[in-house]
T-cell receptor
């Protein structure tokens, strides 16, 4: 079964508007971490935000916030006040287990286009 | 702040040749991960090292090998290259010994390998 599912291959948003990128995950491990990465057309993978399975509050980092709904196993990324530079591929990822070893499982990504 | 350094950034090889990719993790990071991202795909985990010992193995072909050296830099060696090996290869590093679940993986800019 797919561990991370991103159902939106592409999204469009008007500049200065907010946009939500969907992510659902599947794990039976009680301890896990959820991550969002941004990949511009230049190719690098940029860390945006992290949410731990035991975190009580939704994570926020500047214009990025994570809408974490544990019972629904969803970890949607919200980008507020979109900018042209936000146009990129966005990947949701998960690592399982306690600290020590764990690689990331990635979703298939969502390509976000910000329209001027 | 120092980031993960990968070299070379671009590499062109012929079929059946060998290639060596290098990765220099962020200082004081003890874990290195290698990922392969095919065209239009999400990154796939290959292999990881913690304190110079292999810690986890993913979908790494037998033709590939990797190691982490005493200065914590890592090399991915690829032999008998095939057309399907053409991809973006990422190295990521994290500090697993901090004992917290967060342990964010920071990615290098990647090495784009083209096999002709």
């Amino acid at each position: 079964a797919q561990k991370i599912t991103q159902t939106q291959p592409g999204m469009f948003v008007q500049e200065k508007e907010a946009v939500t990128l969907d992510c659902t995950y599947d794990t039976s491990d009680p301890s896990y971490g959820l991550f969002w990465y941004k990949q511009p057309s230049s190719g690098e993978m940029i860390f945006l935000i992290y949410q731990g399975s035991y975190d009580q509050q939704n994570a926020t980092e500047g214009r990025y916030s994570l809408n974490f709904q544990k019972a629904r196993k969803s970890a949607n990324l919200v980008i507020s006040a979109s900018q042209l530079g936000d146009s990129a591929m966005y990947f949701c990822a998960m690592r399982e287990g306690t600290p020590g070893a764990n690689n990331l499982f990635f979703g298939t990504g969502t390509r976000l286009t910000v329209i001027p | 702040a120092a980031g993960v350094i990968q070299s070379p950034r671009h590499l062109i090889k012929e079929k059946r040749e060998t290639a060596t990719l290098k990765c220099y993790p962020i200082p004081r990071h003890d874990t290195v991960y290698w990922y392969q991202q095919g065209p239009g795909q999400d990154p796939q985990f290959l292999i990881s090292f913690y304190e110079k010992m292999q810690s986890d193995k993913g979908s790494i072909p037998d033709r590939f090998s990797a190691q982490q050296f005493s200065d914590y830099h890592s090399e991915l060696n690829m032999s008998s290259l095939e057309l399907g090996d053409s991809a973006l290869y990422f190295c990521a590093s994290s500090r697993e010994s901090s004992g917290v679940a967060k342990n964010i993986q920071y990615f290098g800019a990647g090495t784009r390998l083209s096999v002709l």
